[in-house]
């Protein structure tokens, strides 16, 4: 290290002679002085040669006295009439002890050396201004210089951002240099406004080549404007060597604060049964120095749904509970709503899932409204029984309504749905034909469900039959073997406007296929025959909507067989279902007519049982 700062201090010493002291050749001379720092780098003596030719000299540090140790030596020559300082540096520094005595030999060549012991033996231009011999001599002073004990300060960070209202931290580390050891005093300056600053401590002690962390803590207040602030800080030290000080800049930037709130929905996604509800928690938080009230409010829940919170129009951070209650007819879905948050100009929401479900249950289904069975015949249909929303008791499938001499068996019954029961009605010869309404229950799990089956119990069909013209004429005639008959039951059917209603249409001894067709209907009135054709002997069922006129008619059923028709009739009454309608008078000779035609069926029938067995 080179020689940058004079270390040396004036070290009291009597004057043995007038401002000067001469010493020869052989007679080397030595300044005492004792050190004031720990270390020596460099030695500067002052020379001034007198002589007319160079004069070579020698200088050498010693420990304790002219013939201790020599810690520091160097020979250098001076020219004629020169004049200055002269260095001797250290390699490295020179371990010494402050206060102890060390002594600098100046030794010359040849020659007498004068080395002025005090001040104002010289002037300013480093001339001898007293003593003697004044033209032969070396004149010389001393500086000694060393390390100045110091410090070192940094901030980890450097530069600290901090929002209105908050707090941020920085450390300050203080390192010794150059063998420091003691206590560093520290201070803060800073403009106003300026954030408050604070350390952990104001008097750090540090060893000698140790370190200090001392905590900054940055407290900036709300009201504090926005923008970049410096924050001064000092360290000073100080020993027999004098004082040092140092400062370090911590900058300080300022954000306006964050003003927001969060929103959150806890579950996500939840299941509901219609008719019921179900809550989620939504948690309003808190962000930054936000201090107004917010406000909740749900969308896209739709028709059916109806929505309440716990608490509402609050300052957060607060909790409120959501609970979505459904109808009972809501439809089954899942949906998406949003809780919408708002307040202090910020709108914030959050996306929940809502899964509507039914409650457990079962249906049933019948793959036939009506069943048409002669006598002494049977006839099937089926129940489906179907379960739903995890039902799984067992269902117990009845009948009800069942015609006397009529029984039902069940292909299934009494498992969990789903499954399916075939029914199998037996109509024995001693039921009565016409129409029975079959009730269908099933229960299970403390639920009923219900059905019915139009039940057409048709008589046996009869060897002769009775053939009607469209003028209402009745002829009798015995029927070879080969020809057929046809028969309607029941033969009348009221109905009221719009309505449906059916009739079993019984064709029996038919070689051939029979085709079916109806008249003698409004226009308005519609018909189907279920099959549309009959083979041989059979039965079709007759479906029969009702118009909007009212009235009494009657209708021919038209049977077609191979160039051979048949014809039945039957008495269709529509109600009007605003106000009834009024029956119409019917003549007496139209009675009459009617009284001869069944007469006569009942005799060709009569007829035909004798031919054909009953």
Same mark, same amino acid.
């Given at each position: 290290?080179?020689?940058?700062?004079?270390?040396? @201090?004036?070290?009291?010493?009597?004057?043995?002679?007038?401002?000067?002291?001469?010493?020869?050749?052989?007679?080397?001379?030595?300044?005492?002085?004792?050190?004031?720092?720990?270390?020596?780098? =460099?030695?500067?003596?002052?020379?001034?040669?007198?002589?007319?030719?160079?004069? +070579?000299?020698?200088?050498?540090?010693?420990?304790?006295?002219?013939?201790?140790?020599?810690?520091?030596?160097?020979? %250098?020559?001076?020219? +004629?009439?020169?004049?200055?300082?002269?260095?001797?540096?250290?390699?490295?520094?020179?371990?010494?002890?402050?206060?102890?005595?060390?002594?600098?030999?100046?030794?010359?060549?040849?020659?007498?050396?004068?080395?002025?012991?005090?001040?104002?033996?010289?002037? !300013?231009?480093?001339?001898?201004?007293?003593?003697?011999?004044?033209?032969?001599?070396?004149?010389?002073?001393? @500086?000694?210089?060393?390390?100045?004990?110091?410090?070192?300060?940094?901030?980890?960070?450097?530069?600290?951002?901090?929002?209105?209202?908050?707090? =941020?931290?920085?450390?300050?580390?203080?390192?010794?240099?150059?063998?420091?050891?003691?206590?560093?005093?520290?201070? %803060?300056?800073?403009?106003?406004?300026?954030?408050?600053?604070?350390?952990?401590?104001?008097?750090?002690?540090?060893?000698?080549?140790?370190?200090?962390?001392?905590?900054?803590?940055?407290?900036?207040?709300?009201?504090?404007?926005?923008?970049?602030?410096?924050?001064?800080?000092?360290?000073?030290?100080?020993?027999?060597?004098?004082?040092?000080?140092?400062?370090?800049?911590?900058?300080?930037?300022?954000?306006?604060?964050?003003?927001?709130?969060?929103?959150?929905?806890?579950?996500?996604?939840?299941?509901?049964?219609?008719?019921?509800?179900?809550?989620?928690?939504?948690?309003?938080?808190?962000?930054?120095?936000?201090?107004?009230?917010?406000?909740?409010?749900?969308?896209?829940?739709?028709?059916?749904?109806?929505?309440?919170?716990?608490?509402?129009?609050?300052?957060?951070?607060?909790?409120?509970?959501?609970?979505?209650?459904?109808?009972?007819?809501?439809?089954?879905?899942?949906?998406?709503?949003?809780?919408?948050?708002?307040?202090?100009?910020?709108?914030?929401?959050?996306?929940?899932?809502?899964?509507?479900?039914?409650?457990?249950?079962?249906?049933?289904?019948?793959?036939?409204?009506?069943?048409?069975?002669?006598?002494?015949?049977?006839?099937?249909?089926?129940?489906?029984?179907?379960?739903?929303?995890?039902?799984?008791?067992?269902?117990?499938?009845?009948?009800?309504?069942?015609?006397?001499?009529?029984?039902?068996?069940?292909?299934?019954?009494?498992?969990?749905?789903?499954?399916?029961?075939?029914?199998? #009605?037996?109509?024995?010869?001693?039921?009565?034909?016409?129409?029975?309404?079959?009730?269908?229950?099933?229960?299970?799990?403390?639920?009923?469900?219900?059905?019915?089956?139009?039940?057409?119990?048709?008589?046996?069909?009869?060897?002769?039959?009775?053939?009607?013209?469209?003028?209402?004429?009745?002829?009798?005639?015995?029927?070879?073997?080969?020809?057929?008959?046809?028969?309607?039951?029941?033969?009348?059917?009221?109905?009221?406007?719009?309505?449906?209603?059916?009739?079993?249409?019984?064709?029996?001894?038919?070689?051939?296929?029979?085709?079916?067709?109806?008249?003698?209907?409004?226009?308005?009135?519609?018909?189907?025959?279920?099959?549309?054709?009959?083979?041989?002997?059979?039965?079709?069922?007759?479906?029969?909507? =009702?118009?909007?006129?009212?009235?009494?008619?009657?209708?021919?059923?038209?049977? @077609?067989?191979?160039?051979?028709?048949?014809?039945?009739?039957?008495?269709?009454?529509?109600?009007?279902?605003?106000?009834?309608? !009024?029956?119409?008078?019917?003549?007496?000779?139209?009675?009459?007519?009617?009284?001869? #035609?069944?007469?006569? =069926?009942?005799?060709?029938?009569?007829?035909?049982?004798?031919?054909?067995?009953?």
């Amino acid at each position: 290290m080179s020689a940058q700062q004079d270390q040396f @201090r004036q070290i009291n010493i009597s004057c043995t002679s007038a401002g000067a002291e001469v010493v020869s050749t052989n007679n080397p001379i030595g300044q005492t002085f004792r050190p004031v720092v720990g270390t020596i780098t =460099a030695i500067a003596v002052y020379l001034e040669s007198r002589w007319g030719s160079p004069v +070579p000299f020698a200088v050498t540090l010693h420990e304790g006295s002219i013939n201790g140790p020599s810690l520091l030596s160097k020979t %250098m020559t001076i020219g +004629p009439g020169n004049k200055g300082w002269f260095y001797v540096n250290s390699s490295v520094p020179i371990q010494v002890d402050p206060g102890s005595t060390y002594v600098i030999e100046v030794r010359a060549g040849f020659g007498n050396v004068v080395w002025h012991m005090c001040d104002n033996a010289y002037d !300013e231009g480093q001339r001898i201004k007293s003593g003697s011999p004044v033209s032969d001599s070396l004149d010389f002073m001393i @500086r000694v210089y060393g390390l100045v004990p110091d410090i070192s300060l940094s901030l980890n960070p450097e530069n600290l951002t901090v929002q209105q209202g908050e707090a =941020a931290q920085a450390t300050l580390q203080i390192e010794s240099l150059q063998g420091f050891e003691g206590d560093v005093q520290l201070s %803060m300056t800073a403009l106003s406004p300026s954030p408050s600053v604070s350390l952990s401590t104001l008097t750090a002690h540090l060893e000698s080549g140790g370190t200090a962390q001392v905590t900054v803590t940055v407290q900036v207040p709300e009201s504090l404007a926005p923008g970049n602030y410096s924050i001064s800080i000092g360290a000073a030290i100080s020993g027999p060597w004098g004082s040092k000080s140092k400062t370090i800049t911590l900058l300080v930037g300022v954000k306006e604060s964050l003003k927001d709130f969060t929103v959150s929905l806890s579950p996500l996604s939840a299941k509901v049964q219609r008719g019921g509800s179900v809550t989620f928690t939504v948690d309003v938080g808190k962000v930054g120095n936000f201090d107004a009230p917010v406000s909740l409010r749900v969308m896209g829940l739709g028709s059916g749904f109806q929505y309440s919170f716990s608490q509402n129009s609050l300052k957060p951070p607060f909790t409120s509970t959501l609970r979505i209650t459904t109808s009972p007819n809501v439809p089954l879905s899942t949906l998406q709503f949003t809780v919408v948050a708002e307040g202090g100009g910020k709108v914030h929401n959050v996306t929940g899932s809502l899964e509507v479900s039914e409650e457990p249950g079962f249906t049933i289904s019948l793959d036939k409204s009506e069943l048409l069975v002669t006598q002494g015949g049977n006839g099937t249909f089926t129940i489906s029984v179907n379960g739903y929303g995890g039902f799984t008791q067992p269902i117990t499938l009845a009948l009800s309504n069942l015609c006397n001499g009529c029984s039902a068996s069940f292909s299934a019954n009494g498992l969990p749905p789903s499954y399916q029961s075939v029914v199998t #009605i037996v109509v024995s010869d001693k039921a009565s034909p016409g129409n029975y309404t079959l009730g269908v229950t099933a229960s299970g799990g403390g639920l009923t469900r219900s059905g019915t089956v139009r039940l057409v119990v048709m008589g046996r069909p009869t060897n002769t039959t009775t053939e009607v013209s469209t003028e209402t004429s009745t002829t009798e005639t015995t029927q070879p073997a080969t020809q057929f008959s046809i028969t309607v039951n029941p033969s009348s059917l009221n109905l009221k406007t719009g309505e449906s209603g059916s009739l079993a249409v019984m064709v029996a001894g038919a070689e051939g296929v029979v085709t079916l067709d109806v008249s003698g209907l409004p226009d308005d009135v519609r018909y189907s025959f279920n099959p549309p054709t009959v083979q041989g002997t059979g039965a079709s069922s007759l479906l029969i909507t =009702a118009g909007d006129t009212p009235g009494t008619f009657t209708g021919v059923i038209t049977a @077609r067989s191979d160039g051979t028709s048949r014809t039945a009739t039957f008495q269709l009454t529509i109600e009007d279902k605003e106000g009834g309608f !009024e029956i119409p008078l019917i003549p007496v000779a139209g009675v009459a007519i009617l009284l001869v #035609i069944a007469l006569l =069926a009942l005799t060709l029938i009569r007829r035909r049982r004798r031919v054909f067995g009953s």
